[in-house]
């Protein structure tokens, strides 16, 4: 795997361990991991020099007024020169110094855009980039695995023909949203960037979680990790008026577009509420002028929100992400084993796809069950591919326990393959609180239409086999309408 050599003075010693810790001990030469206690001599850092991808070279006033330093660049320019060392990445991390410092030599103040990098989290993420497309150039399965995306036509091409338009516009804010876990919404929202060059295919999103209990105070916590502003640990921000802690989270943002980077939300339902109306103080921060016709949030988001919010806000997207067909899903899997060298025959291709319902997620994990185990032991874990499956769908029960109706719907819609909006409007009657339980599945992706007219649905596939396994039962009042209905329907000639 791809390695980084970490070139720094002594006096710097603390910002970079904290970098050589997270990078591991696997993937950087750094003094107190590769150097054995008193043998830190030129030819075994020349030796490490030699076994780098990537050189890192931290600039400040005491790297520069160092011999050893100095030893390395100049080590590092020769074996670049070669192609042994593929990258040069130069940052400077000291406000005293800047590009035209003649102490930085030309062959690096040249070619190189020389900035202060004061925050970890970005320096970490840049060397990760960095070592990733070494990787990827340097094992072609790691590339395919990465770049693997099958199927979602209509929606990738949905994307591009939104973020590619005669106006040129682009939104501030995109979602994909899915009540599931491992529906591949990142997957999607990087290829989406990819296709329309808002990114490229090195690119390492600036990631954060945000669960379902926390509020702009936590969310301003959690983007001082990534964008430091150090007064932020200093203000009692429970003290603080909504007002300032939203002026506080459009600087943040406005400092992330400015370093061009784009920020990753996960959302378990704090930014894209149950209720699928985005929570105020989000949509204040999105606001900010200096991000008008830029992509800088993408949230994958539990919930989806209510379209014409969407449509009102004008600087947001959403893309809503469904399960894959079964012919994606057969693809995806045999793909996937190709790019692991794992051959399996017709048969046992066969075995696997009856439980395999269309998640990304489960299907990595069902193929690497193979690569693990081989294809007879991997049988014997086939509850598991299944659990992991189970999962979700006792999550959304769980979600709708208080929702009679809804869960009534699911349980009839599973009994069908595919049925049309008709039959369940005679099934369910035309009420109010009918209208709202199928908008409340819609929305927590859990059918989708079939058909160009949008006059059919289909049930995700996950709840539908669950349900029929776990033989949850339909009121009497439905099974006898069903019933009712499916008789009338073969009496007419």
Same mark, same amino acid.
């Given at each position: 795997?791809?390695?980084?050599?970490?070139?720094?003075?002594?006096s710097?010693?603390?910002?970079?361990?904290?970098?050589?810790?997270?990078?591991?001990?696997?993937?950087?030469?750094?003094?107190?991991f590769?150097?054995?206690?008193?043998?830190?001599?030129?030819?075994?850092?020349?030796?490490?020099?030699?076994?780098?991808?990537?050189?890192?070279?931290?600039?400040?006033?005491?790297?520069?007024n160092?011999?050893?330093?100095?030893?390395e660049?100049?080590?590092a320019e020769?074996?670049?020169?070669?192609?042994?060392?593929?990258?040069?990445?130069?940052?400077?991390?000291?406000?005293?110094?800047n590009?035209?410092?003649?102490?930085?030599?030309?062959?690096?103040?040249?070619?190189?855009?020389?900035?202060?990098?004061?925050?970890?989290?970005?320096i970490?993420?840049?060397? $990760?980039?960095? @070592?990733?497309?070494?990787?990827? +150039? &340097?094992? =072609?399965?790691?590339? #395919? /695995?990465?770049d693997?995306?099958?199927?979602?036509?209509?929606?990738?091409?949905?994307?591009?023909?939104?973020?590619?338009?005669?106006?040129?516009?682009?939104?501030?804010?995109?979602?994909?949203?899915?009540?599931?876990?491992?529906?591949?919404?990142?997957?999607?929202?990087?290829?989406?960037?990819?296709k329309?060059?808002?990114?490229?295919?090195?690119?390492?999103?600036?990631?954060?979680?945000?669960?379902?209990?926390?509020?702009?105070?936590?969310?301003?916590?959690?983007?001082?990790?990534?964008?430091?502003?150090?007064?932020?640990?200093?203000?009692?921000?429970?003290?603080?008026?909504?007002?300032? $802690?939203?002026? @506080?989270?459009?600087?943040?943002? +406005? &400092?992330? =577009?400015?370093?061009? #980077? /784009?920020?990753?939300i996960?959302?378990?339902?704090?930014?894209?509420?149950?209720?699928?109306?985005?929570?105020?103080?989000?949509?204040?921060i999105?606001?900010?002028?200096?991000l008008?016709?830029?992509?800088?949030?993408?949230?994958?988001?539990?919930f989806?929100?209510?379209?014409?919010?969407?449509?009102?806000?004008?600087?947001?997207?959403?893309?809503?992400?469904?399960e894959?067909s079964?012919?994606?899903?057969?693809t995806?899997?045999?793909?996937?084993?190709?790019i692991?060298?794992?051959?399996i025959?017709?048969?046992?291709?066969?075995?696997?796809?009856?439980?395999?319902?269309g998640?990304?997620?489960?299907?990595?994990?069902?193929?690497?069950?193979?690569?693990?185990?081989?294809?007879n032991?991997?049988?014997?874990?086939?509850?598991?591919?299944?659990?992991?499956?189970?999962?979700?769908?006792?999550s959304?029960?769980?979600?709708?326990?208080?929702?009679?109706?809804?869960k009534?719907?699911?349980?009839?819609l599973?009994?069908?393959?595919?049925?049309?909006?008709?039959?369940?409007?005679?099934i369910?009657?035309e009420?109010?609180?009918?209208y709202?339980?199928?908008?409340?599945?819609?929305?927590?992706?859990?059918?989708?239409?079939?058909s160009?007219?949008?006059?059919y649905?289909?049930?995700?596939?996950?709840?539908?086999?669950?349900?029929?396994?776990?033989?949850?039962?339909?009121?009497?009042?439905?099974?006898?309408?069903?019933?009712?209905?499916?008789?009338?329907?073969?009496?007419?000639?």
């Amino acid at each position: 795997m791809a390695k980084a050599f970490l070139s720094h003075s002594s006096s710097d010693k603390g910002l970079v361990e904290k970098i050589a810790l997270q990078l591991g001990k696997n993937n950087c030469h750094y003094d107190r991991f590769t150097f054995e206690a008193g043998n830190k001599t030129l030819e075994e850092i020349f030796k490490g020099l030699e076994d780098t991808d990537v050189f890192v070279l931290f600039l400040s006033s005491e790297a520069l007024n160092s011999e050893w330093v100095q030893k390395e660049i100049t080590k590092a320019e020769q074996l670049h020169s070669k192609s042994i060392i593929e990258r040069i990445f130069p940052l400077i991390i000291d406000n005293s110094i800047n590009h035209s410092d003649k102490r930085i030599p030309e062959w690096i103040r040249k070619p190189y855009n020389l900035r202060v990098f004061d925050n970890e989290v970005l320096i970490l993420k840049k060397i $990760k980039q960095l @070592l990733r497309e070494s990787n990827f +150039k &340097k094992y =072609a399965h790691l590339r #395919e /695995i990465n770049d693997l995306f099958v199927g979602r036509n209509d929606i990738m091409q949905e994307f591009e023909r939104k973020l590619i338009n005669i106006e040129n516009t682009k939104p501030t804010c995109i979602i994909a949203s899915s009540f599931f876990e491992g529906m591949g919404r990142r997957t999607f929202l990087r290829n989406g960037l990819i296709k329309t060059r808002i990114i490229n295919k090195w690119y390492e999103p600036v990631p954060i979680s945000f669960s379902s209990k926390e509020s702009i105070e936590e969310f301003l916590f959690k983007l001082n990790f990534v964008e430091h502003i150090p007064e932020i640990f200093e203000k009692d921000l429970a003290s603080e008026s909504l007002e300032a $802690k939203i002026q @506080l989270g459009k600087d943040y943002i +406005k &400092k992330f =577009a400015e370093n061009n #980077e /784009i920020l990753f939300i996960v959302d378990e339902g704090s930014i894209v509420l149950p209720n699928h109306t985005l929570v105020g103080w989000f949509k204040e921060i999105i606001s900010v002028p200096q991000l008008q016709n830029q992509v800088s949030i993408c949230l994958i988001s539990k919930f989806k929100p209510y379209g014409p919010l969407i449509k009102k806000l004008g600087n947001v997207l959403n893309f809503q992400i469904n399960e894959l067909s079964k012919q994606d899903t057969q693809t995806f899997f045999l793909q996937y084993l190709n790019i692991i060298n794992r051959d399996i025959g017709a048969d046992d291709t066969k075995f696997f796809l009856q439980y395999l319902k269309g998640v990304p997620g489960q299907i990595v994990y069902a193929a690497n069950l193979m690569d693990s185990f081989g294809v007879n032991d991997a049988k014997r874990y086939v509850q598991d591919i299944e659990e992991f499956d189970e999962v979700r769908a006792l999550s959304i029960l769980s979600f709708l326990k208080d929702d009679e109706l809804s869960k009534q719907m699911l349980i009839a819609l599973s009994k069908f393959e595919i049925i049309s909006y008709d039959l369940v409007y005679k099934i369910f009657g035309e009420s109010e609180d009918v209208y709202k339980s199928i908008q409340k599945l819609f929305d927590l992706t859990l059918f989708y239409p079939v058909s160009s007219t949008h006059e059919y649905l289909k049930l995700n596939s996950s709840i539908s086999d669950y349900i029929n396994r776990s033989k949850l039962s339909l009121s009497s009042e439905y099974t006898e309408r069903i019933k009712k209905i499916t008789k009338e329907s073969l009496q007419k000639p």
